[in-house]
């Protein structure tokens, strides 16, 4: 068996040999115009693909692949006397997607061209109905923190703040005789004269 380098060797040799006869041997009027772009062949050096491509419609398509069918056996016959291989291998003729492929995606990447140029010359003179850019961004947020203080740090809050330690320390804001020496105990939650207090110790 021969190796895969041999093989690939003689596949560009019947490519050229084969492109040469579809332009001088084949008279065929069937025949579109073919450019072959690829040609394999297997490991044993029997059997040889080609692969073309042929401009025009379903029908001249059509016509191209009965007339390269047709000349497989003119065509085998030149490659035959153009190389060096004991054994002439067999030729299998296939259509090539890869190009047709190729020119489609071409053409949508052109109508999407064409359409991004025509928005683009739609919003020349127009305004943004808001803000150009209304999304929030991160500088906003330094903001918060001093706007947070600020709001924590008001009279009626410290006010409230000074109450509540006080009641914690005993002092209840609400009983008249705090100024008199009153003393509230937290845990009877009484109010108690600080000198009848002394007096009783």
């Given at each position: 068996m021969a190796d895969a380098a041999r093989a690939a060797r003689l596949a560009d040799r019947i490519k050229v040999i084969v492109a040469q006869a579809l332009e001088r041997?084949?008279?065929?009027?069937?025949?579109?115009?073919?450019?072959?772009?690829?040609?394999r062949v297997t490991n044993d050096l029997q059997h040889a693909?080609?692969?073309y491509t042929v401009y025009g419609t379903e029908e001249e398509q059509a016509g191209t692949r009965a007339a390269l069918e047709s000349?497989?056996?003119?065509?085998?016959?030149?490659?035959?006397k153009n190389i060096t291989a004991r054994l002439t291998?067999?030729?299998t003729f296939v259509p090539d997607e890869v190009p047709v492929n190729a020119n489609h995606l071409e053409d949508i990447l052109r109508q999407a061209r064409a359409r991004d140029a025509e928005l683009a010359?739609?919003?020349?003179?127009?305004?943004?109905?808001?803000?150009?850019?209304?999304?929030?961004?991160?500088d906003d947020d330094d903001a918060t923190p001093a706007a947070?203080?600020?709001?924590e740090s008001t009279p009626h809050t410290d006010a409230a703040r000074a109450d509540v330690a006080g009641m914690r320390d005993g002092y209840d804001p609400v009983d008249e005789d705090f100024g008199k020496g009153a003393h509230c105990d937290p845990d009877s939650g009484t109010t108690q004269m600080r000198e009848a207090q002394e007096g009783t110790e």
């Open positions: 041997r084949v008279k065929d009027p069937r025949l579109g115009f073919v450019t072959v772009t690829d040609a693909t080609v692969y000349a497989k056996g003119i065509l085998r016959s030149e490659v035959g291998p067999t030729l010359e739609a919003a020349e003179d127009k305004t943004f109905a808001g803000d150009a850019d209304p999304y929030r961004r991160d947070t203080e600020q709001q």
